[in-house]
């Protein structure tokens, strides 16, 4: 499949909406459960929150994620990436904490259209995100994918990704993660960034 992959800004949130109002979780969620600590009870009103939040975004100096823009110029495939201090549930989190002082980003989810997948979206939207996240500095990449060998995942636990598509891209399991209440195993992987990647 031929695939544009671009920022998300305000010419490109148009299509990115369209994307996640598809339906399942993408549509109520808009890409904020790691960004927020809490959600409101009030699911028709935390979806509006969530997509004018996420919208909003769509206009900061520096894009909250990408979008993969099929030949037909739909989009089929997000991932959200940036600084992991952006992330309110991540930095609050016991079950994943600060592993080092090393200010890394953070790749929290991604989306992938159905008509899209099963056709290398989901690793050419990584590919593109360790790219973009070189270009603006980070030092390192952090993720938390579920190990697919562990047992069979349902399809919404697998908007990490899957562990099999990090170490693929050179990610390691810097920590195994073991936490009782845990559907699937989502290990933390890193990616360290050579500094000649980072803009002078």
């Not at 037909?72 to 600084?83: I, T």
């Not at 579920?146 to 697998?158: K, M």
Request: with cysteine.
């Amino acid at each position: 499949m031929e695939l544009d992959i671009r920022p998300l800004t305000t010419e490109t949130w148009p299509r990115l909406a369209a994307l996640f109002e598809e339906g399942g979780d993408p549509r109520w969620c808009w890409c904020q459960f790691w960004r927020t600590s809490g959600f409101s009870a009030n699911r028709a009103e935390q979806k509006a929150a969530n997509r004018n939040r996420l919208e909003a975004l769509a206009a900061a100096p520096v894009a909250p994620g990408l979008v993969a823009l099929a030949g037909d110029s739909r989009a089929v495939g997000w991932v959200s990436l940036g600084p992991r201090e952006d992330f309110q549930r991540l930095e609050r989190s016991r079950v994943r904490p600060r592993l080092d002082a090393v200010p890394v980003w953070s790749i929290v989810c991604f989306v992938v259209a159905r008509r899209a997948r099963r056709q290398g979206v989901g690793a050419r939207l990584l590919d593109a995100a360790i790219v973009f996240a070189a270009e603006h500095g980070a030092p390192a990449l952090e993720a938390y994918p579920v190990d697919t060998s562990l047992g069979r995942p349902t399809g919404p636990t697998l908007y990490t990704g899957t562990l099999s598509t990090f170490l693929r891209a050179g990610f390691h399991v810097a920590r195994e993660i073991d936490s009782p209440q845990a559907t699937v195993a989502r290990p933390i992987v890193r990616l360290d960034l050579p500094p000649s990647s980072a803009p002078a």
